[in-house]
């Protein structure tokens, strides 16, 4: 499976952003999906994680009641709405996939797949 993360941008302490990991290739309703993200220096962290079915969703501390992980699989897209943005939140922000025949999700990096990234800037 192809991911493509897309949404990132610019934005004030306070604003919000959607991104999107569009999936091609195979079939998106068998992949648990997640959301990582890497600051300048530091190593890449958890965000949040989807099971296939959208059934099951984890939070890193961090984000927990500003971001939510959404997908739609008729679409193959997974999302990440980030609220109340924090100058800390500043990363590139990845999207990942990985085949699974269970519905759970995963926190650490043991992913088949990952997007190409998505700069996202949160000014204070």
């Known amino acids: 499976v192809q991911l493509q993360a897309s949404g990132g941008g610019l934005v004030q302490a306070g604003g919000s952003l959607r991104l999107s990991c569009a999936a091609s290739?195979?079939?998106?309703?068998?992949?648990?999906g997640g959301w990582f993200r890497q600051a300048p220096g530091k190593q890449r962290e958890f965000v949040a994680a989807i099971s296939r079915s959208g059934g099951s969703i984890g939070y890193a501390d961090s984000v927990k009641g500003r971001f939510t992980v959404s997908r739609d699989n008729a679409k193959d897209t997974v999302y990440l709405q980030m609220n109340s943005l924090k100058p800390e939140d500043t990363a590139v922000y990845y999207c990942a996939a990985r085949w699974t025949p269970t519905s759970g999700t995963w926190y650490s990096q043991d992913y088949g797949y990952w997007g190409q990234g998505t700069q996202v800037t949160v000014s204070s």
């Open positions: 290739g195979r079939a998106f309703s068998t992949y648990a």
